[in-house]
């Protein structure tokens, strides 16, 4: 069973730092292909991050030099570090997983989300 459980969000002032972390259960791969994703209310669902068992990384625009996604091999927990909170980045975060390597980017596997709130 493959399973995915996203954990660290919270409420922070603008300007703070949270780290969110995806804890992923039942590959049965050396490899990976995972990403974040973020539903903002009011707005079209965003792929944040995404990150490449074999080391390459994508950003959204919007969340370029703040936010970094990590994970020290295929099977340990991900991570999305997140710097410098704007208000706008207030939504759920999910984590997202796909068997496929190369990576094609797209994600079969998602998890329920955490949220995150940033006040001004």
């Known amino acids: 069973e493959v399973q995915l459980v996203e954990s660290g969000g919270g409420s922070v002032q603008a300007g703070g730092s949270l780290r969110l972390s995806c804890v992923v259960s039942g590959y049965n791969y050396r490899k990976s292909c995972m990403a974040w994703s973020r539903q903002i209310p009011g707005k079209e669902r965003e792929r944040v991050a995404t990150?490449?068992?074999?080391?390459?990384?994508t950003y959204a625009d919007s969340v370029k030099e703040r936010f970094t996604i990590s994970q020290e091999n295929a099977k340990d927990p991900v991570y999305l570090s997140m710097n410098s909170l704007k208000p706008e980045d207030t939504g759920m975060y999910y984590c997202a997983a796909d068997f496929f390597h190369p990576c094609r980017y797209e994600y079969t596997y998602w998890g329920r989300g955490t949220q995150v709130a940033v006040s001004s």
């Open positions: 990150i490449d068992s074999d080391g390459p990384t």
